[in-house]
Nanobody
């Protein structure tokens, strides 16, 4: 069993930055034991969408087009933690952000096997 716990959300103004953290724990809750770890988000009235992921403990990284150049995903394997640095935030980035992980699949192509509880990010204009 793997537990993912997010933190770092909040209310900011457009143009500000936030860093989200996702701590993994549990018997298999080691970042290096997961094929992929990353982030999704869900805005009110919209479907949950892929934001970013890191594969093979940070060897590869993928981003949604809407966040490329503004968001950066990184891992600290010693701390079993994945981060999402969000810069130049826009009101349209407002959503609940979910940490996700999967032991054997790319997060872009499957429903991840593990989810966190979500953290709210609100960007005011």
């Amino acid at each position: 069993q793997v537990q993912l716990v997010e933190s770092g959300g909040g209310l900011v103004q457009a143009g500000d930055s936030l860093r989200l953290s996702c701590a993994a724990s549990g018997r298999s809750g080691r970042t290096f034991s997961m094929y992929a770890m990353g982030w999704f988000r869900q805005a009110p009235g919209k479907e949950r969408e892929f934001v970013a992921e890191t594969v093979w403990s940070g060897s590869l990284r993928y981003y949604a087009d809407s966040v490329k150049g503004r968001f950066t995903i990184s891992t600290d394997n010693a701390k079993n933690t994945v981060y999402l640095q969000m810069n130049s935030l826009k009101p349209e980035d407002t959503a609940v952000y979910y940490c996700a992980a999967d032991a054997s699949n790319d997060l872009r192509f499957v429903i991840p096997g593990y989810w966190g509880q979500g953290t709210q990010v609100t960007v005011s204009s």
